[in-house]
C-alpha cells in the first residue's frame, strides 16, 4: 500500500510544578543550663500548591517522619489541604538539630527539613546574674530575593504565596538583658519547571505559498488557505510554533504539481494533507481533549472525506502514533484525550491507497 501523502501534529501536556511548603520551618526550644527538658513541644503545618492552586489533598504519616534522638512526632487532618505535625521532646536536648518529614502530594514524595535550636540558660556570672530567654516571636514576610530579606512588614499570619516568590521566616529570640538575636528561614514557591518557568507551546500558525523552486523558501506573502497550483509549480507550506517565552521555531514542507511529462500528458495533481485540532495542541495538568480532522487537497482543491476515512479515489485517512507502524484509527478524524498524551505525542494522518 502506497502512501499518497501525510501529515503530524504534535499534542503536548503541560504539567504545573508541585510546591510543598511549611508554615514554620524551624523552632528554638527554651531550656535550661544543660539543654531543654523532656515535656516541650512545637507546630508547624504542611501545605502544598500546583501551580497557583493549593492542593486540596496533602499526606504525611507520623510513623516516616525521621526524628533526631530525643524528639517524636505526631500528625493530624492527614489527606486535608493542610496537615499538621506535632514535635514533643521526650528527653533532655542539648543541641541543635533537624527532622525530615516526607510530604506526600498526588503520589509525589518531597522531603522537607524542619530545624530545632536550643537556647540554653546562662549560668550565675561571678558577681552577676544570669541571662534568660524571655520571649520568642515568629513572624512571616513575602519576599523576591532568596538572599536579601524583605524590607517590609513582618506578620504573624503566613500570607499567601505567588509563584517565583520566597516565603521568609523570622524568629526573634529576646533575653532578659533586653538584648535579642533575629534568625531567618527561606522556602520557595516554584513556577513551573524546576525552579524556573517552563516553557511551553502557545500557538502553531500554519501558511502556504506557491514557488517555482523547491529548494529555496519563497520571499512573498504567506497566506493562511491554500492558493491554487499551477503545473510545474511548488506548494509551500510553512509551520511557525510560538512559545511562552516570546521564541518561536519555523519548519518548511514542499510538494510539487507536475507539468506535461515528455512526449506524455500533464503530470498528476499535488497530493497534499493537513490536520486541524479543535481544541489547540496543548493540554494542561493531565486535562482536555481535542479532535483531530484531516484535510486532503489536490492541487489546491479540498477533497470530500467520508467518516470512515475514504477520500474518493485518491486512498484511506489512517492515523498512526509515533513510533507504531499500526494504524489506531481508520477514520477522517482521531480524538485524543490528555490521558493519552506522556507529556508529548506525535500523530500523523496518512492517505494510503
Known amino acids: 500500500m502506497a502512501i499518497k501523502s501525510a501529515d503530524q501534529i504534535t499534542i503536548i501536556d503541560v504539567t504545573d510544578a508541585y510546591s510543598v511548603m511549611l508554615t514554620s520551618e524551624a523552632y528554638t526550644f527554651v531550656g535550661g543550663t544543660s539543654g531543654v527538658a523532656a515535656g516541650q513541644s512545637c507546630t508547624t503545618e504542611a501545605v502544598a500548591f500546583c501551580g497557583s492552586n493549593q492542593c486540596s489533598t496533602v499526606n504525611v504519616t507520623a510513623a516516616d517522619i525521621v526524628c533526631p534522638t530525643g524528639i517524636s512526632a505526631t500528625v493530624e487532618n492527614s489527606g486535608t489541604a493542610k496537615v ?7 528527653a533532655t536536648i542539648a543541641d541543635a538539630c533537624e527532622a525530615t518529614i516526607p510530604v506526600v502530594v498526588d ?75 533575629e534568625a531567618y528561614s527561606v522556602s520557595y514557591k516554584g513556577t513551573n519547571g524546576t525552579n524556573g518557568t517552563s516553557v511551553t507551546v502557545k500557538s502553531t500558525e500554519v501558511t502556504y505559498q506557491t514557488s517555482t523552486s523547491g529548494t529555496t523558501a519563497p520571499t512573498g506573502t504567506w497566506n493562511p488557505t491554500v492558493p491554487a497550483v499551477a503545473n510545474g509549480q511548488f506548494l509551500w507550506t510553512k509551520t511557525v510554533v510560538t512559545y511562552s517565552d516570546g521564541k518561536s521555531t519555523t519548519s518548511y514542507s514542499v510538494s510539487y ?38 484535510h486532503v487537497f489536490v492541487g489546491g482543491v479540498e477533497q470530500s472525506i467520508t467518516d470512515a476515512g475514504v477520500c474518493g479515489n485518491y486512498g484511506t485517512v489512517k492515523w498512526y502514533k509515533a513510533g507504531n507502524t499500526t494504524a489506531v ?16 505525542l506525535a500523530i500523523t494522518a496518512q492517505l494510503e491507497k
Do not use: H
Open 257 to 294: 504539481k507536475g507539468t506535461n511529462g515528455t512526449n506524455g500528458k500533464n503530470g498528476a495533481d499535488a497530493i497534499t494533507m493537513t490536520i486541524t485540532s479543535s481544541n489547540g495542541t496543548v493540554f494542561k495538568n493531565n486535562a482536555g481533549s481535542t479532535v483531530l480532522t484531516a
Open 84 to 90: 499538621k505535625i506535632t514535635f514533643r521532646t521526650t
Open 107 to 181: 503520589g509525589i514524595t518531597v522531603n522537607k527539613k524542619f530545624s530545632f535550636a536550643v537556647a540554653k540558660a546562662g549560668t550565675n556570672g561571678q558577681n552577676g546574674t544570669s541571662v534568660t530567654v524571655k520571649s520568642t516571636s515568629v513572624t512571616y514576610q513575602v519576599g523576591t530575593s532568596g538572599t536579601t530579606k524583605p524590607t517590609g512588614t513582618w506578620s504573624e499570619d503566613i500570607p499567601s504565596v505567588g509563584n517565583g516568590q520566597y516565603l521568609w521566616t523570622k524568629t526573634v529570640v529576646t533575653y532578659s538583658d533586653g538584648k535579642s538575636t
Open 329 to 344: 484509527a481508520t477514520a477522517k478524524t482521531y480524538t485524543i484525550s490528555a490521558a493519552d498524551v506522556n507529556n508529548m
